[in-house]
């Protein structure tokens, strides 16, 4: 049984050495461009995952030592890099959390397919600007490190409640079209709802 299972992924535009802190019971996997950022730290590589098309193939010969275990990937499959090694760790281990490193920035549909991924997986997700993660039903304390906190509905969200944030809510019906609770600000807050899933999206941007 692993604490938290940190997955580092690309694009490589986001600074590691200000998201990742070394912890005990911890399992560290590299996805593709991501692998490069596990380079750099004085300990193995628990897993490598990727067709490995984004990283130069020199830096890939050399970091490879380092790895206790590498599954390559054909380029031609009908599943994202992430979402291969999502779904391997979600079927082979045991483990209390995962948290991605980067997966924001860059693509926009890369972007979109890994908000898809957490509704079926439940990960967080950061990078310099942004800490993304799923509540599901029931009372939340948050505290927000970031100049706006976001809100949405990933399945429809009942008799929704916010304090403790700038602007408030009492008993709201947040649909997944809806974009009422958007740019939200504070330090720190309560959600709670009945029933549904709620993306939250911390952001300094």
Do not use: W
Not at 76 to 91: C, S
Not at 96 to 109: A, F, K, Q, T
């Amino acid at each position: 049984m692993y604490d938290k299972v940190k997955i580092f992924v690309g694009p490589k535009d986001y600074d590691f050495r200000h998201l990742y802190f070394e912890e005990s019971d911890e399992f560290l996997i590299g996805v593709d461009s991501g692998l490069e950022y596990l380079a750099t730290l004085k300990k193995p590589v628990d897993l490598a995952v990727g067709d490995f098309d984004s990283i130069d193939k020199k830096i890939f010969e050399e970091i490879k030592p380092k790895c206790n275990q590498i599954i390559k990937l054909d380029r031609n499959k009908t599943m994202t890099d992430l979402a291969y090694a999502l779904d391997y760790i979600y079927n082979n281990m045991d483990y209390n959390s995962i948290e991605i490193y980067g997966g924001i920035s860059g693509r926009v549909d890369h972007f979109l397919a890994n908000v898809n991924l957490i509704k079926k997986y439940d990960f967080s997700m950061r990078d310099d600007k942004h800490h993304i993660y799923m509540l599901g039903k029931g009372k939340h304390k948050i505290n927000n490190y970031k100049k706006y906190i976001s809100f949405f509905a990933i399945e429809d969200c009942y008799n929704l409640s916010i304090t403790g944030f700038k602007f408030s809510l009492n008993n709201y019906y947040l649909s997944t079209n809806d974009s009422l609770c958007v740019s939200n600000e504070g330090e720190s807050g309560e959600l709670e709802f009945t029933k549904g899933k709620i993306l939250v999206i911390s952001t300094d941007d």
